[in-house]
Every structure is written in C-alpha cells, then in structure tokens.
C-alpha cells in the first residue's frame, strides 16, 4: 500500500521535541532540549562532535528511544506511532547503508516496494528521483564500483523515493570534494522547496548557502535558535570590532601598539594580502578606537590601508555559543559578552512518564515487502555499525 502525506494529526509543525532527554548510564546526551520546525523549513543542525546531534536524529527517525520527553514528526509521536512516523520520514545517516551488490536500478526499485510505492508508481519515481539526484548515467552501474560522491546521491535517492514529509540528513557532504559538496547541497536547496528538512553538518558554508534555519546543539543543550541573520546581529553585539590593515608585514611592535588604543580590549590577526598586516580589533568604543587609529602612528611609519567594522562570521557564531569546545572537550579561550540562548522554542515541557519508545529491531535483510515500508529503516539499522558507545563520542 502507498504511504500517505497526510498528517495524523493537525498541526503547525513538521517536528515538535519537548523537553527530550537521553543518558548512557550516567552520560547525560541530550539534557531537555526542545524545538520545532515548520512545513518547509531547512534547518541547519550544528554542534561540536559529541554535542548530541546524532543521537536527537536517532530518535526523530525511530532508530533509538528517548529516556524523557517527547518528538513528534509529521503528527506522530515517536513513541506511540513510530511506524507512521518511519513511513513519512526520509533519512539519510552518516554512514549510507547500501546493498553494495545491487544495481542502482535493482536497488531503488526494492527501496521503493519496501517503503510501501504503490506498483503503478514505482517506474515514475525512480526516474524522478534519480533525475533530481544526478543519478541517470550510473543506473546501470553496480553499487559497490561508484564514487564517493554517487553513493551519496544514491543514499539521498533512497531517502526520498517515498515522497516523505519530513527528511532527516545526517553530515550528507562528508567525505565529499568541493564539486560534490555543491552538487550535493543542490540537490538539498530542490527538495527544500517542498519537504522540511533537518540536516546536520561540519560545513559552516553549507548553513550558509542553504538554511532558512540554525540551531545550535552544545553538551547536549540547544544554545543558539534563530536565522543567520538573527545570530549575526547577536555576534556583532557580544563582539564588536574593527578590522585594520597596514603596510608591512606583522610585527610585535604594532601589535603591542594596536593594544594600547582606546577602547581596545583584543587584538587577532588574521589573514591579509601579501606584503601587508591585518588585525581584527576588540572594541566596546569604536568611535573612539577609529580616533585613535586616525590620529596615531605606529612606532615604525606605515601606510593605514584600510579600516572596516568587523562583520560576524559564521564560524563566530559557532565559537560563541560553543564557548570554542573540541571533541575531546578542550576549551579555547573566547571573550562572550551575551550568551543567552536565542529560542524559538514553546515553554518547558514536563517529561513524559510511561512506557520507553520501542527500540528499532533488526530484520531479516530478505524481509518481504508485506511487511511494511518500515522494514526498510529496520534494516538500515541492522547495516549501521555505529554502537550507542560511539554514538556518544561523535554527537
């Protein structure tokens, strides 16, 4: 039977997570967060390795249980109505399970039955899915001889077959090179004009070049909600600046000179032409800084080049809310003026109590297709190697 696009319940949101809470015994991975999404939204999800990104995407797409709290998907509950929510989810994970000795062809066609296609429909959208993904020219073509770059597009191509409300991708660009990275985000920006998607990465370009949406995800708490645009203005605020650049090259002179300006409370440098300097430059008073800066000269005579207000970066906004944390959970040193969490997000939720959300179970890889179209996601599972121990590690 076709799965169906409509919703099990009337609702505003494609993805609503209250209060949703996962431990490893006494690990805490996601400690309360909540959020949601609306109908044709792409949002970036961001956060350092071991943040909790990979774990709230588990448990959106049914692979995992949550220990508190509660996400509902296209109107289903993850808990209560898992098989709805698998048919209307699309997902992608970091590591693509493939059936490496099926044809491209071969291989779309069984996705297509096991997610519930209707017959007459299948030709249809095997072609339509393939001529989104870039796929015609390797249909032929085993899985196991394509590149890197083509079994991704074959692991998006399986994602979306079903025509899914919701679509959940997991690093889709990792390992890629810069041609398949734009090629790959592409074909994200196509179906985003239609479907809701959720997608995290390490690509700070991508958020960019894609998202209506970012949510940032720090030791398992959301610490940032809002768009670019809304960050940015946050950033500039927490860490004003001007950007100047001289003449020569750097020296310890000039910078012990920059200093010692008024109103300057940092001084970076950072990268510039040949032949020339350029510091980024702290101020809390930047008018005062530019007088000095006008007014002054440094102690070795140099040619001012050019003076500009410091504009954020993304990855700025990323060192803000993260506080500059590796994997390993080492801090850099960041000067944070405001790190208050900029939420989009309802009220707090009391956890739901009550039976855990039913773990996905492995299935026979020759499962029939009678069984349903979450078999599919159940033998997803089966092929991803990735144990809860190093889910925990990697976020």
């Not at 390797?138 to 074959?154: A, D, F, H, N, P």
């Not at 009220?347 to 020759?366: F, H, I, K, R, T």
Request: charged share 25%.
């Amino acid at each position: 039977m076709e799965t169906s696009s409509t919703s099990g319940a009337a609702s505003a949101e494609s993805i609503v997570v209250e209060n949703l809470h996962k431990r490893y015994g006494d690990f805490e991975a996601l400690d309360g967060i909540s959020f949601s999404i609306k109908p044709g939204e792409i949002v970036g999800f961001l956060g350092p390795n071991g943040a909790g990104k990979t774990t709230t995407m588990k448990i959106l797409t049914c692979f995992m249980s949550a220990t508190g709290g509660s996400a509902r998907v296209a109107g289903f509950d993850v808990q209560k109505d898992s098989a709805e929510v698998r048919r209307r989810v699309g997902y992608l994970p970091e590591n693509v399970p493939l059936y490496d000795e099926m044809i491209v062809f071969d291989y779309l066609r069984f996705v297509a039955e096991l997610r519930g296609v209707a017959r007459a429909r299948r030709q249809e959208r095997i072609r339509a899915v393939a001529e989104l993904t870039g796929l015609e020219q390797v249909m032929g073509r085993t899985i196991s001889e394509l590149s890197k770059g083509y079994r991704q597009r074959v692991g998006l191509a399986q994602a979306i077959i079903h025509e899914p409300d919701v679509i959940v991708l997991d690093e889709p660009t990792t390992g890629l090179d810069p041609n398949q990275i734009i090629e790959i985000r592409d074909v994200i920006k196509t179906i985003g004009k239609e479907k809701t998607i959720i997608f995290s990465t390490h690509i700070l370009q991508e958020v960019t070049a894609v998202c209506d949406r970012i949510i940032i995800i720090n030791r398992g708490k959301i610490v940032a909600d809002g768009s670019l645009h809304e960050l940015e203005v946050r950033v500039a605020k927490a860490e004003p600046g001007l950007v100047v650049s001289y003449e020569g090259e750097a020296s310890d002179a000039l910078n012990a000179w920059l200093s010692n300006l008024a109103g300057v409370e940092g001084v970076s440098e950072v990268g510039g032409r040949p032949g020339s300097s350029t510091y980024r430059l702290k101020t809390l008073d930047k008018a005062a800084t530019r007088r000095a800066l006008l007014a002054g000269e440094p102690g070795v005579a140099r040619e001012l080049l050019s003076l500009r207000e410091a504009e954020p970066t993304l990855e700025a906004i990323f060192r803000l809310y993260t506080g500059g944390e590796t994997e390993e959970g080492a801090r850099v040193e960041v000067s944070v003026a405001d790190t208050s969490v900029m939420s989009s997000g309802g009220e707090d939720v009391v956890a739901q109590q009550g039976d855990a959300p039913v773990e996905a179970s492995s299935e026979n890889l020759n499962a029939s297709p009678s069984e349903g179209a979450e078999s599919m996601v159940d033998e997803a599972a089966a092929m991803d190697e990735t144990s809860e121990s190093e889910e925990v590690s990697r976020g």
